[in-house]
Antibody, heavy 129, light 109 residues
């Protein structure tokens, strides 16, 4: 079955960096983009960015530009999310989620449907001095 | 603008029907997907596209869309449906290619 398994919890000091991994199994790794989403304590979901495991191209939310780097290792079917210059507000659970999409043609209308499935179990990153 | 607005909380009596809405400009161009999140767990996809349920999701969950509003309906709510629900859509107009809704806490009474 399709599964995403993330690395364990991390505790970091302000100003440090953290690198979270997400290992995929049960499907062709390079055929699906991967998202990273975070959730601060008691808060909602926040989209961070997406990586194409095939070529390594990325797109980041403007909020994280310059601080986040997403990479992949096709030999181990693993994607990584590194966040630098950590501050207390970065304390959150970080999730990877597989991108799914399908394009349908209805007459002259072409529409693409997008969704995230499955999700990793989450990685708690705590930033504290 | 990259925003999807949801009511913060709704309640429903056991076995009754509840509708959760999600509003935003991006929904005029893209379908929403819906995620259920229980405390301490990762989100789980419940609805995507026009009204598609992944395998394993009960048929009491359904989706619909009109204009700038997407809706998730739970018909015959069960105790195990108590959770937070988030919508999501693509957004080609803002700084975030993907955007999540603010989330709705569903309480089953």
């Amino acid at each position: 079955q399709v599964q995403l398994v993330q690395s364990g919890a991390e505790v970091k000091k302000p100003g440090a960096s953290v690198k979270v991994s997400c290992k995929a199994s049960g499907y062709t790794f390079t055929s699906y983009y991967m998202h990273w989403v975070r959730q601060a304590p008691g808060q909602g979901l926040e989209w961070m960015g997406i990586i194409n495991p095939s070529g390594g191209s990325t797109s980041y939310a403007q909020k994280f530009q310059g601080r986040v780097t997403m990479t992949r290792d096709t030999s181990t079917s693993t994607v990584y999310m590194e966040l630098s210059s950590l501050r207390s507000e970065d304390t959150a659970v970080y999730y990877c989620a597989r991108d799914c999409r399908i394009t349908m043609v209805r007459g002259v209308i072409i529409e693409t449907v997008y969704w995230f499935d499955p999700w990793g179990q989450g990685t708690l990153v705590t930033v504290s001095s | 603008s990259s925003e999807l607005t949801q009511d913060p909380a709704v309640s429903v009596a056991l076995g009754q029907t509840v509708r959760i809405t999600c509003q935003g400009d991006s929904l005029r161009s893209y379908y929403a997907s819906w995620y259920q999140q229980k405390p301490g767990q990762a989100p789980v996809l419940v609805i995507y596209g026009k009204n598609n349920r992944p395998s394993g999701i009960p048929d009491r969950f359904s989706g619909s869309s009109s204009g700038n509003t997407a809706s998730l309906t739970i018909t015959g709510a069960q105790a195990e449906d108590e959770a937070d629900y988030y919508c999501n859509s693509r957004d080609s107009s803002g700084n975030h290619p993907y955007v999540f809704g603010t989330g709705t806490k569903v309480t089953v009474l």
